[in-house]
């Protein structure tokens, strides 16, 4: 097993949270020397980078993940205004046919009112990326108290994207840990069988690597998983049990990369790692944006890819991270 990425402490703890005076003077003089967004475009063409067998088609070891185009940063609210402030619907646009030139060839995302919305301005531009929908809780005005009404409603979602041919459908991760606390995780499989019954690949995403232990056991035909390399969803209990102390805001702990990596090693289905950067956190220069990357490939499978969203408002991430992959995969 590679070595895990470097931790500057056993717990990181941003949202809602403060970044440092440094951090904010770091972006300031970025601003200033006139450090903006990198063009979105590439000059040329790139190869793709090597890819896995998802489905009925191809995808890329590296998928562009949707996080960062709605404005869910996983740090804090000025950060997710940021984000949302950014990506309007023609740099989306713009941003997809960047990653498509690098080599890129699949994004993950919700299929909210924006991705609604954009998704034929998608296609019109030409982008024939493969996507890959995260089916959440669609029905606000249900009752989120009952589990069979969450799972219709993440069904509904489901009928809803079908329409626009993703590659697949996976059940959203943090409604699917609130299953798994309630004890109702056995109602999934009706949401699988309803992406089977859509004609599309099914896929169950998590941050607790118990659920995929348990999943494996089940004999469902899940076509793939989608694993979260930090246990985001741990409750208040969850915290005071294994560290004595509940936290404040989304909290990453260092132990959770081999802990996931280890149950994607052993999953029998594909896997997407994602958070393997910790939502930002590792991200402090390009050497430890490479170890995460190559943390991530060795501990999983050669079978599986990994889901990273990216910011390229200051940097073109999307050139930097494709560059990581080539060198970590060559």
């Known amino acids: 097993m590679a070595q895990r990425p470097s931790n500057k402490s056993v717990l990181s703890v941003s949202s809602p ?8 003077m770091k972006g300031a003089m ?24 998802l489905g009925s088609q191809r995808v890329t070891r ?44 699949t994004w993950q995302s919700n299929y909210g009112q924006a991705a609604r919305r954009q998704h034929p ?6 982008c024939k990326m493969h996507w890959i929908c995260l089916a959440d809780t669609w029905d606000a005005s249900g009752d989120t108290s009952d589990p069979k009404a969450v799972v219709q409603s993440v ?6 994207a079908a329409k626009v041919k993703p590659l697949g459908i996976v059940h959203h991760g943090g409604v699917t840990d609130t299953h798994w606390a309630a004890g109702t995780i056995d109602l999934l499989r009706d949401f699988v069988n309803h992406v089977h019954d859509l004609g599309l690949a099914a896929g169950i995403s998590t941050h607790n690597p118990a659920v995929i232990d348990y999943l494996e056991t089940k004999g469902w035909p899940i076509d793939f998983y989608m694993g979260c390399f930090y ?17 404040v805001g989304e909290t990453y702990l260092a132990e959770d990369p081999d802990r996931m990596t280890k149950a994607l090693r052993e999953a029998k289905r594909v896997c997407l790692g994602f958070k393997i950067l910790g939502a930002g956190r590792h991200c402090d220069s390009p050497e430890e944006v490479r170890e995460c990357f190559a943390y991530a490939f060795r501990n999983l499978k050669p079978a599986d890819a ?10 073109n991430q999307i050139t930097e991270n494709v560059g990581h992959v080539r060198a970590v995969l060559a």
């Open 231 to 247: 246990r985001v969803s741990r409750s208040v209990e969850d915290f005071k049990k294994e560290i004595g102390m509940p936290p």
């Open 30 to 53: 970025a601003v200033a020397a006139g450090m903006v967004a990198a063009p979105l475009t590439a000059a040329v063409p790139a190869t793709a980078l090597p890819t896995v067998a």
């Open 306 to 315: 990994v889901i990273v969203g990216m910011f390229p408002k200051f940097s």
């Open 155 to 160: 069904m509904k979602c489901a009928t809803e």
């Open 121 to 126: 301005m998608i296609r019109a531009a030409g």
């Open 17 to 24: 949270g403060i970044p440092s005076r440094r951090d904010f």
């Open 62 to 105: 590296l998928i562009s993940g949707g996080n960062p185009l709605y404005g869910f940063s996983h740090f804090n609210r000025l950060l997710d205004n940021l984000m949302r402030e950014y990506f309007t619907d023609d740099r989306v646009v713009k941003y997809l046919l960047a990653c498509e030139a690098a080599g890129i060839n």
